[in-house]
């Protein structure tokens, strides 16, 4: 297949290569962000080709994986000529970050083309590649907010930022949540070939532009499974009155601990203050009633034990970047 069969455009001028976009294929990888982000960059490089440019400009597109301890291309949109590899993706994993097994041929080869000059990017747990690699050492990061201590744990050189969705670091990008692909994609799509052809792009597949932040969809999931049998006692009294006034004195005398002892062991068991970790459990039960529920905002805030519904507001919009008004609009379910 040549060039002119691949991308539809002006047929009397062949297309300019305006960057190559490498996508990385690993075992276990998720294939869909492969073929996804194949047809993202076609659908973009079409309408830049009949709209914008002469002659047209198109994004040529790789598939790269690793054979016989070489990596090598499988797929190329534009066959024929030397590749230049502008950009290379990690797409996520199928399987949690604990059972991914670093490749020696992906690290070196990762390592190779970022010294050369290709901008590496990634996406949820692929970003381990990447670290794997020490291409995310004293960067910012992002990666699935579930993910997100597992890689602080292993690449503590790894300054995680879990709030956003995409980390553009111009020669390295991460990007958060495993169907983040898209942002990521329409991210390339906006540096690559403008905003008239991402916000085009967006349209016809019928997303958002890309989102910056995984605030409004990251869930409470504490650790329930540290040892401490007295912190866990606490933490299922939280769950079990979150719309009580809960205190850091009354946790003391349900656990028979002292209170500078409860915050130290709730703290090192958790990962949270006592305070971070009731507010999580909160908002957690109040996104749930928003969800689930046509309970006015004012009775949601007192049934998750905030006694001042502007109290609540405040720090429902702080944690999850919305207010409860629009929250309920975006994932609420339930109809009058």
Not at 4 to 32: K, N
Not at 123 to 137: P, S
Request: glycine share 6%; aromatic share 8%; net charge negative.
């Amino acid at each position: 297949m040549g060039a002119h069969d691949t991308f539809r455009g002006d047929r009397d001028s062949p297309p300019r290569i305006a960057s190559e976009v490498g996508l990385v294929v690993y075992p276990d990888c998720q294939l869909s962000a492969i073929h996804g982000l194949t047809d993202i960059f076609r659908i973009a490089s079409e309408y830049a080709a009949t709209s914008i440019s002469s002659p047209p400009a198109v994004i040529r597109v790789s598939h790269w994986a690793a054979v016989n301890g070489e990596v090598e291309c499988t797929f190329d949109s534009h066959p024929g000529t030397d590749h230049a590899l502008t950009h290379v993706i990690s797409p996520p994993s199928l399987i949690v970050p604990e059972y991914m097994t670093p490749r020696a041929d992906l690290r070196s080869w990762m390592l190779d083309i970022h010294a050369a000059g290709t901008t590496v990017c990634a996406v949820c747990a692929g970003v381990f590649v990447l670290a794997d690699a020490g291409l995310l050492d004293d960067r910012d990061a992002t990666t699935h907010w579930a993910f997100a201590d597992e890689l602080s744990r292993r690449y503590p050189a790894v300054r995680v930022d879990a709030s956003r969705m995409v980390v553009d670091d111009v020669d390295i990008i991460t990007a958060a949540g495993i169907l983040a692909w898209v942002d990521l994609g329409l991210t390339l799509v906006e540096r690559l070939l403008g905003p008239s052809v991402m916000l085009h792009t967006s349209r016809f597949i019928l997303s958002d532009p890309p989102r910056r932040e995984q605030r409004l969809y990251s869930e409470f999931v504490p650790s329930l499974g540290h040892g401490d049998s007295a912190i866990l006692q606490a933490q299922q009294y939280i769950h079990a009155h979150s719309d009580l006034q809960v205190t850091v004195r009354g946790l003391a005398e349900v656990t028979r601990l002292q209170p500078r002892t409860l915050q130290r062991r709730f703290r090192k068991a958790t990962g949270m203050s006592v305070t971070e970790y009731l507010q999580g459990a909160r908002i957690a039960k109040a996104r749930e009633s928003l969800e689930l529920t046509q309970h006015s905002v004012e009775q949601i805030s007192m049934d998750s034990g905030y006694l001042d519904a502007s109290t609540f507001r405040r720090l429902f919009q702080r944690t999850t970047g919305v207010s409860p008004s629009e929250y309920r609009k975006r994932f609420g379910i339930a109809r009058t």
